[in-house]
């Protein structure tokens, strides 16, 4: 019997209906009372619904009666989630009380929905229930994963916490699916199936696939693309037992246990652990990614360049090693937040280091010194300037936390009321207290850790660092401030991505003379911001009046 493989599922003791009992436990009882909410009023709905959905899984209900009850619900959900998304659609997902609130709302009803099913499946699953067919079984299968899955999205859309037991119920009910060899059924079902019908795995797969290529690294739109927009190809996912130890580093999930997909290199238990083979995958993506071809669901939800390279990013199929990750126990850590802030901040600090430097000349030429400036201790008037530029009323600076750290990136923790203004792509200067040295960083991901806190997964891209101003070729053009980045072997700039690309002319402002550079390919992008390499460009006068060609490409510009 597979029974056992569902043992985990857990529920609390059912209550008996009291004769007394008002809330609608039929059909048509339930159809009444849905045509009496408020249908415009989503935030009363939602309240409405998930009180519901939580008092009818507490009492004992026929298993075909709950069916039907759970089945009629089902379009008022698929509304509820439906709006919740059109209210998030277009805007940066940031951390607040509301998002918290509106995520915590999503998650009840959809996790009453999954459980409503779980029951019936154990109850189908038993040794007395006769009668059920593979039919039934994988119907219900569908339903608890279809609605543990919209969780997940709904956590990865709104950056809120990945809950440990919606994995376990996920992972439990596909495994059960493949020992009954229902995993290849197809269900019609056109809430969970943008073609209205497909099969398990589909519904398995394809938020298999979302957790595997960082979801939290990915906007709200760009979930539902991967999500929804890939249901032709993410069956070329190989989901397959692993029967021996292996060093090779690969996805892999545990179908016992309440995990997502990890990269791992051995096997702590051979009968559980299942390969995730992405190779036929990644070819299908790279084809789209190259030929601009996109599958049919596409059309409908779009599947853009930037998706598309971030899922054959994840998904390439190398050897690959598993990031070594050095903890640093909450160490704490100043952060300035924002470009302008950064720019704010470096502005201060070149402000006290000039007038520093004039302070030590004028001791040196009076012979007071003797000295160089790298070596002169700072007089009271250069430490009295520093106190004030680390004052926060002139730059917000905040404390987070470290928690670890790897050679390239940082995974950090902070409080839910310095989480506003904090959003993917969003560039932070970070300084240790430990090295004192500021690091230039970016915010890949962004997730809910409780009510109180968040963590988010920053890239550290430098920290040798430069605010400086910059322009266009052009009599009128504007002066920008734009940083610089000096890395090993070549340097970059931090520019806006809807004002410069490759090719470019620019003229950099220094304090003695004007430097002419040309764009080179970007390195990265985000949907605000590009880092390019360049190289100078010597004996070009930047003057449009001398310089016809420079003339005609700015008016180039202009017109575009």
């Known amino acids: 019997m597979t029974q056992h493989y569902l043992s985990k599922f857990t529920f609390p003791k059912l209550q008996r209906v009291k004769s007394n009992q008002t809330l609608p436990l039929t059909s048509n009882e339930l159809s009444d009372w849905i045509a009496d909410l408020p249908m415009l009023d989503n935030k009363v709905l939602t309240s409405e619904i998930s009180t519901y959905l939580g008092k009818i899984n507490s009492l004992e209900i026929k298993d075909d009666e709950r069916f039907e009850l759970l089945e009629l619900l089902r379009p008022i959900v698929e509304r509820i989630i439906a709006e919740m998304i059109r209210d998030t659609r277009g805007h940066e997902v940031e951390i607040s009380p509301e998002n918290s609130a509106r995520q915590h709302n999503a998650s009840i009803i959809l996790r009453t929905m999954a459980v409503g099913y779980q029951r019936l499946l154990v109850d189908v699953a038993a040794p007395s229930w006769f009668g059920a067919s593979k039919k039934d079984k994988a119907l219900l299968v569908e339903r608890v994963l279809f609605y543990s899955g919209e969780q ?71 979930v539902d693309q991967i999500y929804n927009g890939l249901s032709v190809v993410v069956e070329l996912l190989e989901i397959a037992p692993i029967m021996e ?44 990614l190259l030929t601009g071809e996109r599958p049919k669901e596409a059309h409908e939800k779009g599947l853009s360049i930037a998706v598309l390279t971030h899922l054959c990013h994840h998904l390439e199929p190398i050897k690959r090693r598993v990031t070594s990750r050095v903890s640093r126990g909450d160490q704490h850590i100043n952060a300035v937040v924002g470009l302008e802030n950064i720019h704010l901040l470096f502005e201060q600090i070149n402000k006290v280091e000039i ?68 959003y993917l792509g969003r560039f932070l200067l970070l300084k240790s207290i430990v090295t004192e040295e500021w690091i230039l960083a970016n915010i890949r991901w962004i997730r809910l850790k409780n009510e109180q806190e968040f963590l988010l997964g920053v890239e550290l891209l430098c920290s040798e660092i430069e605010s400086i101003e910059i322009k266009a070729i052009g009599k009128n053009a504007e002066t920008v401030k734009v940083l610089l980045l000096k890395n090993e072997g070549q ?48 004996n070009v006068d930047p003057d449009p009046e001398q310089s016809p060609e420079s003339k005609s490409a700015t008016d180039l510009r202009d017109i575009t």
């Not at 559980?272 to 990644?282: F, W």
């Open 245 to 288: 130890q292996t060093d090779d580093v690969m996805h892999m999930i545990d179908l016992k246990q309440s995990y997502p997909p990890s990269l791992q290199t051995t096997l702590a238990s051979k009968g559980s652990y299942y390969r995730i083979g992405n190779g036929d995958l990644h070819r299908k993506l790279t084809h789209y």
């Open 491 to 538: 340097n970059s700039l931090l520019l806006p991505k809807a004002q410069y690309q490759q090719g470019d002319t620019i003229v950099c402002l220094g304090q003695e003379q004007e430097t002419m550079l040309i764009l080179n390919q970007p390195i990265w992008e985000n949907n605000g911001t590009a880092q390019f390499y360049y190289s100078e460009k010597p």
């Open 152 to 222: 997940l999205r709904l956590a990865y859309m709104l950056c809120a916490f990945e809950d440990e037991a919606v994995w376990q119920a996920l992972n439990i009910s596909y495994h059960y699916a493949i020992i009954e060899k229902i995993d290849k059924k197809i269900i019609k079902d056109s809430f969970a199936y943008p073609s209205g019908k497909g099969s398990l795995d589909l519904v398995y797969k394809r938020i298999v696939l979302l957790a595997m290529v960082v979801p939290y690294g990915l906007r709200d739109a760009e």
């Open 355 to 422: 007038e520093e430097e004039t302070i030590v000349r004028e001791e040196i030429e009076k012979g007071e010194l003797t000295f160089s400036k790298s070596d002169a201790p700072p007089t009271q008037a250069v430490a009295e300037q520093q106190v004030q530029i680390d004052e926060p009323i002139e730059v917000p600076i905040y404390q987070f936390y470290l928690q670890d750290e790897s050679e390239t990136g940082a995974r950090l923790r902070c409080r839910e009321v310095q989480g506003a203004g904090l």
